[in-house]
């Protein structure tokens, strides 16, 4: 009976912006999971790459969890591989995630008719400078 009741309220200004506050936040915490992967996986391909000329039966060591592990290059390499398919895969389904997220927040915009402060001056300097009729006068 609550949720009902809930619903049959419009919101208010306030909620609506709240709402809007928090998609926005979710989309940035979307954009900052993606770069801070996309990071790891550029320092993944750095790593596979100078492995990769390597003896494979010369140590390396690997960081576990927090703990440094001594391991060979060919035991290594493989789940570094493995890592960096893991992580291109992730970054795929973030971008999804996040064009969704966007999607969402046009929805969110249109429905209650919001207007960010910046496309609104831009809106108004188009309209501006559309050539029209101007009144000279000559004498």
Same mark, same amino acid.
């Given at each position: 009976m609550a949720s009902t009741a809930k619903s049959n309220k419009p919101k208010t200004n306030e909620q609506i912006i709240a709402g809007f506050q928090e998609l926005r936040q979710q989309q940035r915490a979307l954009a900052s999971k993606i770069s801070e992967v996309?990071?790891?996986?550029?320092?993944?391909?750095?790593?596979?790459e100078n492995l990769t000329d390597v003896d494979p039966g010369k140590k390396c060591f690997r960081m576990l969890g927090g703990v440094l592990v001594e391991r060979?290059?060919?035991?290594?390499?493989?789940?570094?591989?493995? +890592? @960096? !398919?893991?992580? #291109? *895969?992730?970054? =795929?389904?973030? +971008? @999804? !995630?996040?064009? #969704? *997220?966007?999607? =969402?927040?046009?929805?969110?915009?249109?429905?209650?008719?919001l207007k960010i402060r910046?496309?609104?001056?831009?809106?108004?300097?188009?309209?501006?400078?559309?050539?029209?009729?101007?009144g000279v006068l000559v004498s």
């Open positions: 996309e990071m790891d996986l550029k320092e993944h391909n750095l790593v596979i060979t290059v060919k035991d290594v390499l493989p789940a570094i591989v493995n +890592n @960096k !398919q893991q992580m #291109s *895969k992730l970054i =795929e389904t973030l +971008n @999804k !995630q996040l064009e #969704s *997220k966007g999607t =969402e927040i046009n929805k969110y915009r249109e429905t209650h008719n910046g496309e609104e001056s831009s809106e108004v300097e188009k309209q501006e400078t559309k050539p029209g009729t101007q």
